[in-house]
Every structure is written in C-alpha cells, then in structure tokens.
C-alpha cells in the first residue's frame, strides 16, 4: 500500500529525482537542499517540544520560539502514521514546503489546500502560490481553495485515527513565539473537512477560485 512508506517517512528524502530539477529551475536548488537539512533536523529532535502523538480525544498544546510550523508538526505526524487523507489550511504557504507537499501527493495521498486569495490577487503574486497552481494542475492529487482564508488547520485522515493541529503558525518558518495544539480526534477531522467542503462549492463569492476540485 502507497502510505506505508511513511513508517520510514524521513523529510530529508523529500524533493529527490525530478522535483530538484524542478527547483532549480527557479534558481533555488541549493536553497531547497538547506531548507531538507533543517527539516530532518527539526523533526528528528522534536521530541523536546512533542513528546508523544496525543491518544485518543486528548489535545496536547505547545508553544515555541524555535523556526517552526505547521508542516514540522505534519513531518512529525507522518512519521509514525499511514496517512490516508490530508487537509491543510494557512493563510500563506512557503514555496519549499510546496515541494514537499507535492512529494506527498505524488504518492496517492490526496491532499486539499486552503490558502488566502490575497496572494494570487496582488499586483506581484506571491511564487509559492503561483507554483502551488502549476503544481497542482500536474498533480491531480493536489487540490487548491483560494479564499478569504486567515485558518491555520492541518488535519489529516489515517489507518491509525484521525490527528488535527492548529495554532496561531502559517506554513512558512519564522521564529516568533507560536502556540499549537495537537488532537487525536474523528470530530474534529471532519469539523474542517466538512467547512472545506462547504467553501468549496461556494464559488460565487469575490476572490475565490479552486483547481481540481
């Protein structure tokens, strides 16, 4: 089964093959290889700040100042589930984890993005938006919602249960102070796929458009 390989998921393995090829393209290779170092980095002595993955109906919460966010804990997450289904709200995305991102889907996991429209209806669209849509219009498992969207939601479907994080932390690095909290819960995964799916079809409303959905 394809999700089983994130038993040994490790995200220094990611963006190998033709998606550095990809990277290069923008002048960004060598970045992107720094950028895989810190991930591996970070996910591997997270266990400092999560300790464990939370049991069932139980909500851990941290907080930190470290360069962290929600893509560290989904690394993190995946490490020891089988994912089945992913659902990522932010209100801005870094390219790198783009990439990353698109590794994932590229295995059979279906992966819908919420993001804010502000950053494809700009003057100067922001390029992690813009190859997120380039992407996406490849990668038929990656699914894009562009709206007027501030949450920062990650939850994800698996073999194991059903695991959720939020906070206050976008999908880009920063080291300001960020609190989260981390769910095992079935409610609260289809709390966020059920307004996903509700936004989705709303189609009518100013600066929103979607890809593959």
């Not at 698996?158 to 609190?179: D, H, K, L, P, Q």
């Not at 819960?185 to 409303?205: C, H, L, P, Q, R």
């Amino acid at each position: 089964m394809v999700h089983n390989c994130y038993k040994k998921y490790d995200p220094a393995s990611i963006g190998k093959s033709k998606t550095i090829e990809e990277v290069s393209l923008v002048k960004d290779k060598i970045k992107y290889e720094k950028f895989k170092e810190k991930q591996y980095h970070i996910v591997k002595n997270i266990d400092n700040v999560i300790p464990r993955l939370p049991n069932e109906n139980e909500i851990l919460r941290i907080v930190t100042q470290l360069r962290f966010n929600n893509y560290v804990i989904l690394s993190y997450i995946l490490d020891k589930i089988n994912p089945i289904e992913i659902i990522l709200t932010s209100y801005r995305i870094g390219k790198y984890v783009v990439v990353a991102v698109d590794e994932i889907a590229k295995t059979g996991i279906p992966i819908t993005i919420v993001l804010s429209s502000f950053f494809t209806t700009k003057k100067s669209p922001d390029p992690a938006a813009e190859l997120l849509i380039k992407k996406s219009k490849i990668n038929k498992n990656l699914k894009l919602i562009f709206c007027r969207n501030h949450a920062k939601i990650t939850t994800v479907k698996a073999e194991e249960g059903f695991y959720s994080v939020g906070g206050s932390g976008n999908m880009t690095g920063n080291a300001r102070i960020e609190e989260y909290w981390i769910s095992k819960s079935k409610s609260d995964f289809y709390f966020t796929k059920k307004w996903v799916g509700e936004i989705s079809k709303n189609k009518d409303k100013n600066n929103y458009f979607t890809y593959n959905i």
